[in-house]
């Protein structure tokens, strides 16, 4: 089946390490976001890309940076890690309609985050 | 900026029953979407409904329907027949018919299903 897969599913890192967060998929989307969720804060977009050559900052990318290596790949980078980059991370796609399409989003299974 | 507010951090509701969850949401655009997704344990993000904002009539999946009433900004959820697999996080989410598509998250609601 054509998903997004996210790798690794759990990592645990100390402070000050880089990080890389790794997301596939097999759905022939152009579009991917990444974003993080925070208990009672909902989920809020961390970068986003619309094709291999497009890179948007999101609200909160300080501290992040992103890599399109492809269509189907897209990495997020925490170069330096500290503590409250401790989260949940999720990877999304969507493909470009026209005419109204809604153009759904298709979430990975998250990554959870822990930096001590 | 778009906002989304959900104002019910937590809901319960004995099986078999009925529950509706709130989200209202801040834009001056007319042309939207907004969504309603699940987060079970599993912590998987799942579309459970959509509402474009050009239609006046209501969305509806089977036991999942919508009261969207635009001029007040309100797109509650309503679940019907609650059953114990319906326990999760629901969030509500806005996106911008505009060229850029981000969605904007609401908080989320726990739900829990009492047996």
């Known amino acids: 089946d054509a998903d997004v897969t996210q790798t690794p599913r759990n990592r645990i890192t100390k402070t000050g390490k880089r990080i890389m967060l790794e997301c596939s998929q097999t759905k022939g989307h152009d579009r991917m976001y990444w974003y993080r969720q925070d208990p009672g804060l909902g989920l809020r977009l961390i970068y986003y890309?619309?094709?291999?050559?497009?890179?948007n900052k999101g609200e909160i990318s300080d501290g992040y940076s992103v890599s399109r290596q492809a269509q189907a790949k897209f990495s997020l980078s925490l170069e330096s890690a500290i503590p409250n980059q401790t989260a949940l991370y999720f990877c999304?796609?969507?493909?470009f309609g026209t005419g109204g399409v809604y153009n759904e989003q298709f979430f990975g299974p998250g990554t959870r985050l822990t930096v001590l | 900026a778009q906002t989304v507010t959900q104002s019910q951090p937590e809901m319960s509701v004995q099986e078999a029953e009925t529950v509706t969850l709130s989200c209202t949401y801040d834009?001056?655009?007319?042309?939207?979407?907004l969504f309603w997704y699940k987060q079970p344990p599993s912590r998987q993000m799942i579309l459970v409904i959509r509402q474009e904002a050009y239609k006046q009539q209501n969305a509806t999946e089977n036991r999942f329907s919508v009261n969207f009433q635009k001029a007040a900004k309100s797109f509650s959820l309503k679940i019907s027949d609650s059953q114990l697999g319906d326990a999760a996080m629901y969030f509500c989410a806005y996106r911008s018919a505009r060229v850029g598509e981000k969605l904007t998250f609401g908080t989320g609601t726990r739900l829990t299903i009492i047996p």
């Open positions: 999304a796609t969507s493909d």
């Open positions: 834009t001056s655009e007319s042309d939207y979407y």
């Open positions: 890309s619309f094709d291999v050559k497009d890179i």
